[in-house]
C-alpha cells in the first residue's frame, strides 16, 4: 500500500514564524504536491514536483515555498507565517514518468492524513 | 479551463435511502474523472475513476458513478446509505495540459450527512 506521511496532525504557529511541512511518500512516486484545504474552497494546489530539485507553482503558490532535495520527500516553507495560512494542508504523491512532464498521466494521487496549522 | 462543480455543500439523506451527490465538469476535450473521500480528520481517498473505458465505473463501499458526456456529468451514486457513509466527498477533474504530473482540479466538496 502506498503510504503519504506528514510530519505532524496538528501545529500552532504565530505569525511571523517560519514553518515547515514535512512529506514523506514510501512508494518511489515521481510526483508530489502540496494543497491547502479551506471550507466552501476545496482543495487548491500550492506547489508540486515532479522529479527531484523540480518544482513548479500552482494555483496559489504566494507566501509559499517548497523543497525536494529528496525523491521521497517534499517539503512545504511558511518563510514568514500570517493567519491568513491558518488551514488544512494536504499533501499527495502519484506515478508520474522519468521523462519529465511531457506525458499525460492518468493515475491516481495518494494523500496524507494532512496538517492542520493555525497561525496565531 | 478545466472547471468542475458539486451541486450542494451538504446533503442529507437517511440511512437506507440513496445516495446522489452530483458533479458537473467543464472541459473543451474529454477528461479523466475522480471521486475521493475524505472521512473526518483524515486525508483523502480514491472512491472510483472515469478513465474512458466504461461510462459506469464502481466503486469502494458500494459506490459508483457514470459518466454521460452530454451532460458533462459524472455523478455519484449509492442505492442504500450507511451509517459509515458520512464525509465529505470530492469530485476532481485532470488538467488535460497537467503532462505527467496529472494536476487535479477539485471540487467544492459535498458534505454527506447520513441520518438514522
Known amino acids: 500500500d502506498v503510504k503519504v506521511t506528514q510530519s505532524s496532525r496538528y501545529l500552532v504557529k504565530r505569525t511571523g514564524e517560519k514553518v515547515f511541512l514535512e512529506c514523506v511518500q514510501d512508494m518511489d512516486h515521481e510526483n508530489m504536491f502540496w494543497y491547502r484545504q479551506d471550507p466552501g474552497l476545496g482543495l487548491r494546489l500550492i506547489y508540486f514536483s515532479y522529479d527531484v530539485k523540480m518544482k513548479e507553482k500552482g494555483d496559489i503558490p504566494e507566501g509559499y515555498s517548497v523543497s525536494r532535495e529528496k525523491k521521497e520527500r517534499f517539503s512545504l516553507i511558511l518563510e514568514s507565517a500570517s493567519t491568513n495560512q491558518t488551514s488544512m494542508y494536504l499533501c499527495a504523491s502519484s506515478r508520474g514518468l522519468a521523462g519529465g512532464p511531457n506525458y499525460f498521466i492518468e493515475n491516481e494521487q495518494f494523500f496524507g492524513p494532512g496538517t492542520r496549522l493555525t497561525v496565531l | 479551463a478545466q472547471s468542475v462543480t458539486q451541486l450542494g455543500s451538504h446533503v442529507s439523506v437517511s440511512e437506507g435511502a440513496l445516495v446522489l451527490l452530483r458533479c458537473n465538469y467543464s472541459s473543451s476535450v474529454p477528461p479523466y474523472l475522480f471521486w475521493y473521500v475524505q472521512y473526518p480528520n483524515q486525508g483523502l481517498q480514491l472512491l472510483l475513476k472515469?478513465?474512458?473505458?466504461?461510462?459506469l465505473v464502481k466503486g469502494i463501499n458500494g459506490f459508483e458513478a457514470e459518466f454521460k458526456k452530454s451532460e458533462t456529468s459524472f455523478h455519484l451514486t449509492k442505492p442504500s446509505a450507511h451509517m459509515s457513509d458520512a464525509a465529505e466527498y470530492f469530485c476532481a477533474v485532470t488538467d488535460p495540459y497537467g503532462g505527467a504530473t496529472n494536476k487535479l482540479i477539485f471540487g467544492t466538496g459535498t458534505l454527506l450527512a447520513v441520518q438514522p
Open positions: 472515469y478513465t474512458s473505458a466504461a461510462t
